[in-house]
T-cell receptor
Framework: DAKTTQPTSMDCAEGRAANLPCNHS???????VYWYRQIHSQGPQYIIH???NNETNEMASLIITEDRKSSTLILPHATLRDTAVYYC??????????????FGKGTHLIIQP | DAGVTQSPTHLIKTRGQQVTLRCSPK?????VSWYQQALGQGPQFIFQ???????QRGNFPDRFSGHQFPNYSSELNVNALLLGDSALYLC????????????FGPGTRLTVT
């Protein structure tokens, strides 16, 4: 699996858009970008994933650059409950059966009131 | 709809002892993965069970073993506990072919003294 690089921490004002960057310059053609987050004292929570097209769901948007070497997770209107560690994970789709995810240290996003 | 449940919530053991942790997957899920999360680190993949067999394993010694039952629930066993085994142990479930989303439980906090 390709490795990812994320900032250690970021601040964002409540109500503003939070933009979390991730570099994955060694990503290969069949590898997806996944984002999970972990709120303090809870297990990680799936947010979104994508291959090469931009994706949006009820939680967030994922913007992947054309060369796929980096991506940005966007929380459009951050709230205090979005304070968490956000993990960017790159992993190939191996088909049948679920494989383990490789988590790095992630970005600690702090939403300021 | 019950999510992933884990028991016990907290556990204190002594070096050299053995421990068993339990996980019930989200309703409808058939695949269970286990992760270890040390303080300040991201979760590390231990192994994954599907159809009652260990399908994939991370870089963990044989002291870590598991089992999956016909109802898809799972156990994680750790023998000869070391101080370094102190961590949050997370269970994640998914539906076999749908590898994009893993649903995590709240974890079991294991302290080895």
């Amino acid at each position: 699996d390709a490795k990812t690089t994320q900032p250690t921490s970021m601040d964002c004002a409540e109500g503003r858009a939070a933009n979390l960057p991730c570099n994955h310059s060694t990503i290969s053609g069949n590898e997806y970008v996944y984002w999970y987050r972990q709120i303090h004292s809870q297990g990680p929570q799936y947010i979104i994933h994508g291959l090469k097209n931009n994706e949006t769901n009820e939680m967030a948007s994922l913007i992947i650059t054309e060369d796929r070497k980096s991506s940005t997770l966007i929380l459009p209107h951050a709230t205090l409950r979005d304070t968490a560690v956000y993990y960017c994970i790159v992993r190939g789709d191996s088909g049948g059966g679920a494989d383990g995810l490789t988590f790095g240290k992630g970005t600690h996003l702090i939403i300021q009131p | 709809d019950a999510g992933v449940t884990q028991s016990p919530t907290h556990l204190i053991k002594t070096r050299g002892q053995q421990v068993t942790l339990r996980c019930s997957p989200k309703s409808g899920h058939d695949t269970v993965s286990w992760y270890q999360q040390a303080l300040g680190q991201g979760p590390q993949f231990i192994f994954q069970y599907y159809e009652e067999e260990e399908r994939q394993r991370g870089n963990f010694p044989d002291r870590f073993s598991g089992h999956q039952f016909p109802n898809y629930s799972s156990e994680l066993n750790v023998n000869a506990l070391l101080l370094g085994d102190s961590a949050l142990y997370l269970c994640a479930s998914s539906l076999g072919m749908l590898i994009y989303e893993q649903y995590f439980g709240p974890g079991t906090r294991l302290t080895v003294t």
